[in-house]
Structures are given as C-alpha cells and as structure tokens.
Nanobody
Framework: QVQLVESGGGLVQPGGSLRLSCVASGFTFSLATMTWYRRAPGKERELVASIDTGYRTNYADSVKGRFTISRTNVKNTVYLQMNSLKPDDTAVYYC????????WGQGTQVTVSS
C-alpha cells in the first residue's frame, strides 16, 4: 500500500523558515519523481518544486532562491526547505510521487503570519 506522509507545517512569522518532509512507502522511491505542490485558499493548486531520479530540480518562479527541494533515497524522504517565508506562501502543501502513476499525500498546512 502506497503512503505519502507530510510533516513539518505550522505557523511561522514572515521571514521565517520551515522544513517540510514527506516520507514515502509502498513503492520504489528512488525511481519516482517527487514534487511539492501547494493550494492556497481560493486559488488553484500550483507546482512549487520537483526533483527527479537524477536529482535535477525545478522551481516555481515565486519560490526560486527561497525554497530548496532535496531527497534522501535511503530514507524514502523528500524535503522542502522554505526560507524567507511570505504571507503569500500560506497554503496546504502536498507531496506527490510519480512512479508508473501518481500518488498524493494528505497535505500539511503552512501559515505565514505575524
């Protein structure tokens, strides 16, 4: 059974940092492209960052230079380090795995507010 479990969300002040984690199980993690998405209230879901099996990364323009995606295959985990957070980063953040088909986690809430 495939599972993706996100953690690390919370409330942070503008300018602060958070690190999200997504632990995967039930499939060959090292063969999956992993992506973080987010959905803000009243907005459509958007891609935040992705990392493929060759560790190539891709970022939304809105987070370039502030967010870093990484993966540790031995731990079946993908991370999203988020620095210099802004109120516009407030959203539910989802982890997605693409391996033969796509799998999604339940999401973790990130709120950036003073």
């Amino acid at each position: 059974q495939v599972q993706l479990v996100e953690s690390g969300g919370g409330l942070v002040q503008p300018g602060g940092s958070l690190r999200l984690s997504c632990v995967a199980s039930g499939f060959t993690f090292s063969l999956a492209t992993m992506t973080w998405y987010r959905r803000a209230p009243g907005k459509e879901r958007e891609l935040v960052a992705s990392i493929d099996t060759g560790y190539r990364t891709n970022y939304a323009d809105s987070v370039k230079g502030r967010f870093t995606i990484s993966r540790t295959n031995v731990k079946n985990t993908v991370y999203l380090q988020m620095n210099s957070l802004k109120p516009d980063d407030t959203a539910v953040y989802y982890c997605r795995a693409l391996y033969l088909r796509e799998y999604w986690g339940q999401g973790t809430q990130v709120t950036v507010s003073s």
